[in-house]
């Protein structure tokens, strides 16, 4: 079967830096995908992960071990405005994304 | 300059409806996608086009029937609406040409309430 882990909600306050991982276990991987997810609003992408190692995008890091099966996206300097949910999806054969059920952030101020 | 728009916005109906929804992208992709998010936010693919052909097609009741008259279009029919039915319905494009088939782009969403 198909299966992402993440913590289903974070808390964190701002200025902090707040990391939510992700487990997967998939028939086949080409990569791992970093979603954001504000209130009654569309999926946003923020990441995308095929090689081990961490990708940097201004505040918003991703990092990938495909041994493990494991990755992590790293939000710094956080921001009222970064209150939403975070979706890790791997990409399959396809082109298809499987997700996980979401992590929802909550920056108190 | 909406990349993915989706109409209509909020759709409520009677079980036992039939219903469409469109989508339309301007970014030019070659691959389009219906995807369905439940009331927990589970978010799952239903089915995908690439260049008006059906790729992926998961394992969704016969009464929902996507169909893509161009690559910039691709709708969601559905037949003999259920309760089950009523989540958010989000369209999303992307490209393979450009070989950036990771980054897909989502439309605003379409909220359907079966009542």
């Known amino acids: 079967g198909q299966s992402l882990e993440q913590p289903s909600e974070v808390t964190a306050v701002e200025g902090a830096i707040v990391q939510i991982n992700c487990t997967y276990q998939?028939?086949?991987?080409?990569?791992l995908s970093w979603y954001q997810q504000h209130d009654g609003g569309a999926p946003t992408f923020l990441s995308y992960?095929?090689?081990?190692g961490l990708e940097e995008t201004g505040r918003f890091s991703s990092f990938l071990s495909r041994s493990d099966s494991y990755g992590y996206l790293l939000l710094q300097e956080l921001q009222m405005k970064d209150s939403a949910s975070y979706f890790c999806a791997v990409r399959v054969q396809g082109g298809k994304l499987i997700f996980g059920q979401g992590t929802e952030l909550s920056v108190k101020p | 300059d909406t990349a993915v728009s989706q109409t209509p916005k909020y759709l409520v109906t009677q079980m036992g409806n039939d219903k469409s929804i469109k989508c339309e992208q301007n970014?030019?992709?070659?691959?389009m996608y219906w995807y369905k998010q439940d009331s927990k936010k589970f978010l799952k693919i239903m089915f995908s086009y690439n260049n008006k052909e059906l790729i992926i097609n998961e394992t969704v009741p016969n009464r929902f029937s996507p169909k893509s008259p161009d690559k910039a279009h691709l709708n969601l029919h559905i037949n003999s609406l259920e309760l089950g039915d009523s989540a958010v319905y989000f369209c999303?494009?992307?490209?393979?040409?450009?070989?950036?088939?990771?980054?897909?782009?989502f439309g605003p969403g379409t909220r359907l309430l079966v009542l």
């Open positions: 999303a494009s992307s490209s393979r040409l450009a070989g950036d088939q990771e980054t897909q782009y």
């Open positions: 998939t028939s086949g991987f080409y990569g």
């Open positions: 970014l030019g992709h070659d691959t």
């Open positions: 992960n095929a090689l081990d």
